[in-house]
């Protein structure tokens, strides 16, 4: 993707990124017990099977959760978890998972140029952006312009997920931003970039 594109891009994003319903992170907590034994209680998950959700943007999380509801994001264990939850509710949780803070991981020696490289400089050869034009130098992403944190997230969960993208069965990113990146990479570029990603901070 040539630069300008890319510019473009993020500038419509921005425009188009929905307000959410301002949420409370105290209700949020008390709302988030049932989280608890997948995410951790302060959103840090234990295990790979379960993204971090500690620190993400407010208003990524209620996006998710809202996706899951309707549908336009799809997974098994997420789908039984929002079917009760308001508007509001999902706006709490997200207020509440914001406030705590992620625990970063630790990358692969054997991957990080090659991740770092393609984080920070994309893949010119299939014109995939450098992912910090959205995502930030550290992984922090860019709340309000609905880019997310990625930063220690679990490399595994990285990886399913812009495979997820690469073959369209996750297919919830607006104007196909994540899916046209993904696209243009090869399983060990995603690899790479996924573990680099892991201990990014
Ligand atoms: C039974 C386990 C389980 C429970 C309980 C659960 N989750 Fe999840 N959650 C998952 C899994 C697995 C995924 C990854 C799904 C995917 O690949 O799309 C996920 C994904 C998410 C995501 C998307 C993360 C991202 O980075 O895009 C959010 C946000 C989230 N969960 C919030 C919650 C909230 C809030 C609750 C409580 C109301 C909750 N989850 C309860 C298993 C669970
Ligand atoms: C033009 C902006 C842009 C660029 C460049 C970009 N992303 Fe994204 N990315 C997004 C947006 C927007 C989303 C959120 C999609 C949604 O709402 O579900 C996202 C979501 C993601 C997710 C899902 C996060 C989660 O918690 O589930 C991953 C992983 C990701 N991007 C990795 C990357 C990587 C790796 C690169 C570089 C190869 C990259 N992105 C480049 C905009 C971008």
Same mark, same amino acid.
């Given at each position: 993707? #040539?630069?300008?594109?890319? !510019?473009? /891009?993020?500038?419509?994003? =921005? &425009?188009?990124?929905?307000? *959410? @319903?301002?949420?409370? %992170? ?45 549908? #336009?994001?799809?997974?098994? !264990?997420? /789908?039984?978890?929002?079917? =009760? &939850?308001?508007?509001?509710? *999902? @706006?709490?949780?997200? %207020? ?106």
């Amino acid at each position: 993707m #040539a630069k300008g594109k890319i !510019l473009a /891009v993020v500038a419509a994003l =921005a &425009l188009v990124s929905p307000a *959410m @319903a301002g949420g409370d %992170a105290e209700a949020g907590k008390s709302k988030s017990a049932s989280c608890a034994a997948c995410h951790g209680t302060d959103g840090n998950s234990a295990a790979a099977t379960f993204p971090k959700i500690a620190g993400q943007h407010a208003d990524y999380i209620a996006k998710q959760l809202a996706d899951y509801k309707s549908g #336009a994001r799809q997974n098994a !264990l997420m /789908v039984g978890q929002v079917a =009760a &939850l308001s508007e509001q509710d *999902m @706006a709490d949780l997200g %207020a509440y998972f914001a406030t705590e803070k992620g625990t970063i991981g630790k990358a692969n020696d054997e991957t990080l140029a090659a991740g770092e490289a393609i984080y920070r400089g994309g893949i010119p050869e299939t014109g995939a952006a450098a992912c910090m034009a959205c995502h930030g130098i550290n992984g922090a992403g860019m709340p309000g312009a609905g880019f997310p944190q990625l930063r220690g997230q679990f490399a595994d969960y990285t990886k399913a997920q812009l495979m997820a993208f690469r073959d369209g069965s996750r297919n919830n990113d607006g104007a196909s931003v994540m899916r046209s990146m993904a696209k243009r990479m090869t399983d060990d570029e995603i690899t790479a970039v996924a573990e680099y990603i892991e201990g990014l901070n």
